[in-house]
């Protein structure tokens, strides 16, 4: 059973996703979408409190945020969309996963 980490750890952990957040394009984002191991993170959400969550294996709110559609896959609309006009998006790899949000103009 994973051990709860330290608040030093988790901010550790936070500043660690913070420096490794960076601005995508969509062309780097469709292999992931490819593999279905991309999840677009509602606006309400912070990017890097979900990579922490995910790194630390916290399942019952990772699978609260799918259940309430925060942390879902792009839908065939979205891909669709983002592959005619494409965009810029903020993301993060949290092995084996990659959570993004689309960057408003």
Excluded: C
Aim: avoid cysteine; proline fraction near 4%; charged fraction near 30%.
């Amino acid at each position: 059973m994973p051990q709860d980490n330290t608040l030093e750890d988790n901010i550790l952990l936070a500043n660690k996703f913070k420096a490794e957040i960076g601005t995508v394009s969509w062309s780097w984002l469709r292999p992931h979408e490819k593999r279905k191991s991309l999840f677009l993170v509602a606006s309400a959400l912070d990017l890097v409190e979900v990579a922490v969550v995910v790194a630390e294996d916290k399942t019952a709110r990772v699978n609260a945020w799918l259940d309430d559609g925060d942390l879902l896959h792009p839908s065939l609309e979205q891909v669709a969309k983002w592959e005619r006009e494409g965009g810029l998006f903020s993301g993060i790899i949290v092995k084996p996963y990659v959570f993004f949000k689309e960057l408003k103009e």
